[in-house]
């Protein structure tokens, strides 16, 4: 419940735009920010695929996964590969070895994961192709992270976080980072639903920059 109270302190005193204008001026913005910063976002995606063929050129340069969206619904989301080619037929294997409570996956020194890997999970870079799920409707710039595994296996408080496009980034990304436990997720999940505003999603980008480039 820390991250919770700590997360409390990004909540903007003032909220600036909720409501039906809210939902259309966020999709407008989404889709904004994402063909600005194209030029920059394009060369580096580029650089990123070069990298992850040149240390492992088996498998495809992007991580095609079923994630759960809005309502419940499954989409494909995009990410950077970042571990070896074989990865989900070694999981099964280093099963015990999981530290965080069911549904979560999570290995210490995971050894599926490659070099270039590595850089990417702690700058997030490999998120990067997400802005095409930002493009395409099935996520937003902010919002709940879309989980992997199905909204049966959500309880029915938790299913409140499926209320909403899923996000880049979300309150959970700046308060708390990977340590948390799914249950921990959610709770800062529902606060940003409850709080979300044009000034609160603005707030949380500006504050997932440093929190990637620190790579906590």
């Given at each position: 419940?820390?991250?919770?109270?700590?997360?409390?302190?990004?909540l903007p005193r003032f909220k600036v735009l909720t409501g039906k204008p809210y939902a259309a001026i966020k999709r407008g913005l989404d889709l904004a920010l994402v063909l600005v910063t194209a030029p920059i976002t394009l060369p580096l995606m580029l650089l990123v695929a070069l990298a992850i063929k040149l240390e492992d050129p088996r498998g495809s340069v992007l991580f095609f996964q079923q994630r759960t969206g809005i309502g419940g619904r499954r989409f494909t989301m995009f990410k950077f590969r970042t571990m070896v080619a074989d990865?989900?037929?070694?999981?099964?294997?280093?099963a015990r070895q999981n530290k965080l409570a069911w549904p979560d996956f999570k290995v210490v020194n995971d050894p599926r994961i490659t070099r270039v890997g590595k850089i990417l999970r702690k700058t997030s870079l490999d998120e990067i192709p997400q802005l095409i799920n930002v493009l395409l409707g099935d996520m937003s710039l902010v919002g709940p992270r879309p989980t992997s595994f199905k909204p049966d296996t959500y309880k029915l408080w938790q299913s409140a976080r499926l209320e909403v496009r899923p996000g880049l980034t979300g309150l959970w990304q700046i308060a708390g980072r990977g340590h948390l436990e799914f249950e921990e997720r959610v709770r800062l999940d529902i606060l940003y639903i409850r709080n979300r505003s044009l000034m609160l999603d603005i707030m949380i980008m500006l504050f997932t920059i440093p929190a990637a480039l620190k790579g906590a």
């Open positions: 419940m820390t991250e919770t109270v700590a997360a409390r302190s990004f990865a989900e037929k070694l999981k099964t294997e280093l």
